[in-house]
């Protein structure tokens, strides 16, 4: 669909029909990550100007909201995450790590600002405006033109866009600065610089983003489509890839003399002498005075095998159990432990994709969360924040498909809402407290 608007956009950009030409399959799993590209960044500039994503309101004639940019730029942390390394807390960081700055170092602007190499910056590129639009949906160089006019969104992913619908490659996307890759990675050196902790997940995190798009019936017979609880899967089953990868690789895996300790739960070694409390748990994740791996990913995407393929979820647990256990012998050990627990869960990362979570799914998968809670397995803090965003991916979409009555829906929320205030306090966080919270869950549903 055409109208006056995009059309004088189009004047402006200058119609090209490449796309009519260089059709071709898309291949969105394959596609390079957007700082990965080989093409030109024009910058936001190109994207920005009033008669296409600049508009102050949103235009509803449009198949797209064309507000974006304003969004972006008044409420999108992204488009501050370059000015965010100019402020102490980054010269702290950069003159701790022994930088000259924060704002010049590849090691920082690889995931605060959409740093392509020089010879890829169009006239118009700042590095400045943080993480742009094209840091996630690609290099515009050969589709900025023909875009516009409307071609399939296979014809622009074939021409570079990157394909931020679907959820595997979204996933990668947000994981690459949201976890790290293995070409950028926030070691516990520049955690203990003073960078903040990371935690991510998708589903959460992509509602918490200020939305720039909608799903309306035209965007979904444009595009694929994920609801919560798939795009909740999905991410934890990429986020446990990816620290699978981490740990079978060896430029990240180590520093010096140690293993690299920001893939180990902080709170093994980050918590008061005093707090003598340690207990076997029944995935046996936990050697007496040993840290051991952060596996909260891994043990999400066990709960969520086990509610819809019991015999991955089964095998998963026994490979989750040998990789602590080679964790806590020595790094050939765990690394081929790691390297064996990949294998299964690229398997469930390419099963999810396309499964459907459907009510029988998600009242399994909340089921899972609550049981594997009351035998004692969220001792750690970083698994109880993961179960807190999973609940609440998974109740919202209950929700949304009307599984709920209202009355229901309000008891829910009010029981997610003591779930979300037992993770409130990372350094005061009591796994006694958040079961009870998870209790409480449990009574909603019963309800
Ligand atoms: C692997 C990607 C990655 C690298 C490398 C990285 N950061 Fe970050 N940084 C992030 C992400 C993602 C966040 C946001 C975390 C959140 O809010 O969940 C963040 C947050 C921050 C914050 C807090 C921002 C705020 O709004 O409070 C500061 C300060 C910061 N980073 C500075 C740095 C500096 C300085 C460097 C280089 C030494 C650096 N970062 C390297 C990804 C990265
Ligand atoms: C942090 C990543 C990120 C940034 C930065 C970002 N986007 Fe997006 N954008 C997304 C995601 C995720 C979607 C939803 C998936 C999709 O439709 O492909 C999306 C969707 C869109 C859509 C599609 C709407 C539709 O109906 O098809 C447009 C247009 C868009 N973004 C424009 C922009 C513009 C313009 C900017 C910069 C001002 C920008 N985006 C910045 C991640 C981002
Ligand atoms: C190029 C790196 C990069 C990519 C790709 C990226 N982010 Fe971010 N993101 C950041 C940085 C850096 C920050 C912190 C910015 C700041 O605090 O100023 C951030 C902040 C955020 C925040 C705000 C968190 C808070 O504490 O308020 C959300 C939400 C978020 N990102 C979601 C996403 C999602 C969803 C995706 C994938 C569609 C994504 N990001 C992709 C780098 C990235
Ligand atoms: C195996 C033990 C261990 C693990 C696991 C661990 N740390 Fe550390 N951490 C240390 C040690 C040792 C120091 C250095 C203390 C010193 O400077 O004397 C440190 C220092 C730090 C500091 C600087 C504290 C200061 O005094 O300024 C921060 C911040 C930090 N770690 C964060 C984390 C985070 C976040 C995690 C989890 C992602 C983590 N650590 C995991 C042992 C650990």
């Not at 089953?237 to 740990?247: F, G, H, P, S, W």
């Not at 999973?390 to 008891?411: E, F, L, N, P, Y």
């Amino acid at each position: 669909m055409l109208n006056a608007r995009r059309l004088f956009c189009l004047a402006l950009a200058g119609i090209a029909l490449a796309w009519m030409v260089a059709a071709g399959q898309a291949v969105a799993d394959d596609a390079p990550l957007p700082q990965n590209d080989k093409v030109m960044h024009l910058g936001v500039a190109s994207c920005a100007s009033s008669t296409c994503h600049g508009a102050v309101t949103s235009f509803t004639q449009s198949t797209v909201l064309l507000n974006e940019y304003v969004t972006w730029v008044r409420k999108d942390k992204h488009a501050k995450a370059y000015e965010v390394l100019l402020n102490d807390e980054s010269k702290r960081i950069a003159r701790n790590l022994g930088l000259k700055n924060a704002h010049e170092a590849d090691l920082c602007l690889d995931c605060h600002a959409d740093n392509v190499p020089a010879a890829q910056r169009g006239p118009s590129f700042q590095l400045s405006e943080g993480v742009g639009c094209e840091a996630c949906h690609g290099g515009s160089e050969k589709w900025l033109s023909s875009h516009a006019v409307g071609p399939p969104h296979a014809e622009n992913i074939s021409l570079g866009l990157y394909p931020t619908d679907d959820p595997v490659a979204r996933a990668e996307l947000c994981l690459s600065c949201h976890f790290g890759n293995k070409d950028k990675f926030v070691t516990h050196r520049i955690m203990g610089a003073g960078h903040p902790r990371m935690s991510f997940e998708l589903d959460t995190f992509t509602q918490i983003q200020p939305a720039h798009f909608v799903i309306d019936e035209d965007y979904r017979k444009r595009k694929q489509v994920s609801d919560g609880v798939q795009l909740w899967a999905v991410g934890q089953a990429v986020a446990a890839r990816e620290l699978l990868a981490a740990l079978t690789d060896p430029k990240r895996n180590r520093d010096g003399m140690f293993p690299e300790l920001v893939l180990f739960d902080c709170h093994a070694c980050h918590s008061s002498m005093s707090k003598v409390d340690w207990r076997p748990t029944s995935t046996g994740n936990r050697t007496p005075g040993m840290p051991h791996v952060n596996g909260a990913s891994l043990l999400m995407l066990r709960i969520v095998a086990d509610a819809v393929e019991p015999a991955r979820g089964k095998a998963m647990a026994g490979k989750i159990r040998a990789l602590h256990k080679a964790a806590s012998q020595g790094m050939p050990q765990m690394v081929s432990a790691a390297r064996d627990l990949r294998v299964l869960t690229d398997e469930l990362v390419q099963k999810f994709a396309s499964h459907n979570f459907d009510a029988d799914a998600m009242q399994a998968i909340l089921g899972g969360l609550i049981k594997t809670g009351l035998e004692g397995e969220y001792a750690d803090y970083a698994a109880a924040e993961q179960v807190a965003m999973a609940m609440d991916s998974i109740i919202a979409a209950m929700v949304d498909a009307q599984m709920v009555s209202d009355a229901k829906a309000r008891k829910l929320q009010t029981a997610l809402d003591a779930v979300y205030n037992a993770v409130d306090r990372e350094d005061s966080y009591s796994s006694w407290r958040f079961n009870k919270a998870l209790k409480g869950m449990q009574g909603a549903i019963a309800s």
